[in-house]
């Protein structure tokens, strides 16, 4: 058994018009930059099913132009996550997860299930939400990760919750939001948030430096402590993990470097 889980760096999405001839070869044709990005990137949060619908096809196309060990990670509807009453999204979590994203087969990452700030942490209703998420799905096994972003969640309960369902809570560094590094689940999923376009790298060197010992710190079964936490007096199980961390929104022109980065201080 390996000492470490597998450590994959990436980006959300593929799309974006600065990065042709920036982080893609200028002239490389639109249909082609998945195929480019994929072997240039571990892992791709895809933003585009939080607002709708893909069709099993889609998926299917996206896995064929991949190659193996590359994962996506897909932002599940925000139908389900921006309920009123969570407990009543079931019909909603049912329509994402069946809408054909098995079709991925062993490129599907973990689901993140993303909450509005405005969204309070009410332990009985999020207790509800999580029971309504599987852990299979057509054969295959369910990873879900879940980003809350109202302070009314930096409580022990809310660890508890995720840890009772096997959820990873979504180490978010962001400069508004809750930023929780507690380990919750079997995976550890971080969103980096701070980076500037200012910096060839997104993030600065030494930053990349000190994001690569706290992923090493995860993948290996441990908790960084430098990091903050809502529920200090638990410790995780001391085992290998498989960790996703993703150069997101701040400094997206320069995140596909980041990632890249960032990823061979941890190979």
């Not at 909603?92 to 689901?111: A, C, K, N, W, Y």
């Not at 299979?136 to 660890?159: I, K, Q």
């Not at 929104?249 to 995140?255: E, H, L, Q």
Request: proline share 7%; hydrophobic share 40%; aromatic share 12%.
């Amino acid at each position: 058994m390996s000492s470490s889980g597998i450590i994959r760096v990436g980006i959300g999405g593929w799309t974006f018009d600065p990065w042709e001839g920036h982080f893609y070869p200028a002239g490389l044709p639109k249909k082609r930059q998945l195929e480019f990005a994929s072997r240039a990137l571990k892992v791709i949060e895809v933003n585009g099913t939080y607002y709708g619908s893909q069709k099993p096809e889609t998926f299917a196309k996206w896995a064929s132009e991949v190659p193996e060990g590359f994962v996506f990670s897909l932002k599940a509807s925000r139908f389900a996550t921006n309920k009123k009453v969570l407990a009543e999204a079931g019909e909603s979590v049912e329509r994402f997860l069946g809408q054909g994203l098995t079709e991925l087969g062993d490129h599907l990452g973990p689901i993140l299930w993303q909450f509005m700030p405005t969204k309070k942490f009410e332990p009985e209703d999020f207790d509800a939400f999580l029971s309504l998420l599987p852990q299979m799905r057509d054969g295959l096994a369910l990873r879900h990760a879940v980003e809350v972003r109202h302070p009314s969640f930096l409580v022990p309960e809310f660890a508890a919750l995720a840890r009772k369902h096997r959820v990873a809570v979504v180490y978010a560094e962001h400069a508004d939001y809750p930023e929780i590094a507690d380990v919750t689940g079997d995976f550890v999923y971080a969103r980096l948030q701070k980076g500037s376009d200012d910096i060839e790298t997104c993030y600065a060197p030494e930053t990349l430096d000190r994001w690569a010992g706290h992923l090493k710190r995860w993948a290996g079964g441990g908790e960084p402590a430098d990091l903050p936490h809502i529920d200090p007096a638990h410790k995780p199980e001391v085992r290998p993990r498989d960790v996703y961390a993703f150069f997101i929104t701040s400094g997206k022109v320069n995140a596909p470097n980041g990632a890249q980065a960032l990823q061979r201080r941890v190979d």
